[in-house]
């Protein structure tokens, strides 16, 4: 496929292509201009909230990393239907501040519309993870 046309589930393995091969840029130009990222715990986590537009979201991955180094992160599954994708995975960190190791499930879904993911919302077990700062 050429000019990152597809399919929402094509899309989406796109973006977790480039996000296994730690390639920023290709994440970002996979999302609209006004991407909405939204993690769990505003208020506890340094990347969780809500982040508005492409700038945001590469800000966004720029505070997970330098809070969390990633060990691990394997989607295990994808479901789709029409514009939604829903991704079910595992993740292993260790928080940078304490070195501590955590790990939890995840569950991403996706939205995506004209080619481009609109909407990504994670879910996963916070405890783990403030439990590890």
Known sequence: MSGGRGTARQVVER????MDADDVDAMVALCADDVVVRYPAADLLDYGGEWHGREALTVFLDTHEEAEEILDFTPTSMVSEGDVVVVLGDFRGRARATGREW??????????????IQRWESFFDTAAALEAR
């Not at 973006?15 to 480039?18: E, S």
């Not at 790990?103 to 481009?116: A, D, L, P, Q």
């Open 15 to 18: 973006f977790y292509a480039a």
């Open 103 to 116: 790990s939890t499930r995840f569950v991403h879904v996706m939205t995506v519309g004209n080619s481009k």
